[in-house]
């Protein structure tokens, strides 16, 4: 059952241009959602969060927009740089006894071609 | 500089072998996480700590165990159940529950030969 969905395997964008990385999720009780994002043979960094109570945080070239009634978030990077490439993983937290684990969709590779 | 570190960063293992992945971090982080990475499945949750001496259960426990003896510390075990051992394994850790991000080690590759 997968929980947290990112259905595009990958995205490719020009220089310059806004790259929009899109995270579906089914779990209504989900309260965070993170963004992280990963090198290959490296451990995910943290991008930026959101949460349920908000629809939109935005940090430097980062945004990201939380859609709840349609269980759908997603990451605004404007403007894109070849330094951008990576893979992307949304995640989500529950909290509760649940406090802490989070669960991440299946990633998302990002090219940005100069 | 406080972080993560895991070890090895490759590791090989022979069929029917136990072997155990190293994880410390010095962020006096009280939870700790191990994930699993394979190639189109994202991270999926294997084990978590939220305090010393206390553990659960993720999604894909089966074949894994882990211990909590230290704050610092949280190694994992491959054990010879596991029947899909080789992967990428992540451990993170993070001071209140993920609201402030997990912060992660950068992982070990282990290669079941």
């Known amino acids: 059952d997968q929980q947290v969905k990112q259905n595009s395997p990958s995205l490719s964008v020009q220089e310059g241009r806004i790259s929009i990385l899109n995270c579906d999720y089914t779990?209504?009780?989900?309260?965070?959602f993170l963004w992280y994002k990963k090198y290959p043979a490296e451990g995910p960094t943290f991008l930026i969060s959101?949460?349920?109570?908000?629809d939109k945080n935005e940090d430097g070239r980062f945004t990201v927009f939380l859609n709840k009634s349609a269980k759908h978030l997603s990451l605004h990077i404007v403007p894109s740089q070849p330094g951008d490439s990576a893979v992307y993983f949304c995640?989500?937290?529950?909290?509760?006894?649940?406090?802490?684990?989070?669960?991440f969709g299946q990633g998302t590779i990002l090219t940005v071609h100069p | 500089d406080g972080g993560i570190t895991q070890s090895p960063k490759y590791l090989f293992r022979k069929e029917g072998q136990n072997v155990t992945l190293s994880c410390e971090q010095n962020?006096?982080?009280?939870?700790m996480y191990w994930y699993r990475q394979d190639p189109g499945q994202g991270l999926r949750l294997i084990y978590y700590?939220?305090?010393?001496?206390?553990?659960q259960k993720g999604d894909i426990a089966e074949g894994y165990s882990v211990s909590r003896e230290k704050k610092e510390s949280f190694p994992l075990t491959v054990t010879s159940a596991q029947k899909n051992p080789t992967a990428f394994y992540l451990c993170?850790?993070?001071?209140?529950?993920?609201?402030?991000?997990?912060?992660f080690g950068s992982g070990t590759r282990l290669t079941v030969v």
């Open positions: 993170a850790s993070s001071k209140t529950g993920g609201m402030d991000g997990y912060t």
């Open positions: 779990n209504s009780m989900f309260d965070y």
């Open positions: 959101i949460s349920s109570i908000k």
């Open positions: 995640a989500a937290e529950t909290g509760g006894t649940s406090y802490g684990k989070l669960t």
């Open positions: 962020l006096n982080h009280d939870a």
């Open positions: 700590s939220q305090i010393v001496n206390d553990f």
